[in-house]
């Protein structure tokens, strides 16, 4: 009797301790991106969004090229295979919680036969492949990203002033990390983009957003908040 008692103590105990840990890792992951954490800064950068008042989606500019620092130059230049992942969340200003989610990577890999690189970029819906010889192309194609789905009117108020928060990485160490990221960007949706209520925003924003120390170099970022600028990409009858 006695040892069954201490048993169901003991159950009762780990089983609090499970309990405790999943709540404290619930709010943690549903912590804003723009926390600073003790052991990482975080780089302000410039950011671009643009609504399509013809299609309601959200576009996002950024750029990001000096995460390409001397020792990743060199990497590239001796044609060593790279990949560049940013990942991000949408805030509406002064709220704490993303709106929606996006991401983009950017593979290199250096073809000897053709003295070239190849650049696959995936993102929200599409995949693209290029070629280019120059090491500057690259960085181009990976660290400069222009008109990246962000997120649609059902998700994101209209003319509300908006900020991006996140992270770029250069290499992960994780495939597991990549793959699920693949396979958010490219499953089957009205826009590519996950929202609070889509079922892989949790994960999204609790492992990628979050996720430290996992790939060579790392970057979190957020942008200054702005209205979106209203653009037709459709011509008027």
Excluded at 42 to 48: G, I, K, M, T
Excluded at 118 to 126: A, F, K, N, Q, T
Excluded at 196 to 210: E, I, K, V, Y
């Amino acid at each position: 009797m006695i040892n069954k008692g201490l048993d169901q103590s003991s159950g009762a105990h780990w089983g609090a301790l499970i309990s405790l840990a999943i709540v404290l890792f619930s709010l943690l992951s549903a912590r804003p991106a723009l926390a600073q954490e003790a052991s990482e800064d975080v780089v302000s950068r410039e950011a671009h969004f643009e609504w399509d008042a013809d299609t309601g989606l959200l576009y996002l500019d950024l750029l990001f090229r000096d995460i390409v620092d001397a020792n990743l130059q060199s990497k590239l230049s001796r044609g060593l295979p790279t990949t560049i992942v940013m990942t991000a969340a949408v805030y509406r200003a002064g709220a704490p919680k993303p709106l929606s989610t996006t991401a983009q990577t950017c593979k290199v890999t250096w073809h000897v036969w053709e003295e070239a690189y190849l650049v696959e970029v995936m993102r929200p819906g599409s995949t693209r492949q290029s070629w280019t010889t120059t090491t500057e192309g690259v960085i181009r194609r990976c660290t400069e990203v222009h008109h990246l789905l962000a997120g649609d009117a059902t998700q994101i108020p209209v003319g509300v002033p908006l900020l991006a928060a996140g992270r770029i990485q250069v290499n992960p160490v994780s495939p597991e990390v990549l793959l699920k990221i693949k396979r958010w960007v490219m499953r089957p949706s009205a826009t590519g983009t996950a929202a609070p209520g889509d079922a892989l925003f949790s994960t999204f924003t609790g492992l990628f957003l979050q996720r430290i120390g996992d790939a060579e170099r790392q970057q979190k970022f957020t942008t200054q908040a702005q209205a979106p600028v209203t653009i037709h990409s459709k011509a008027s009858p």
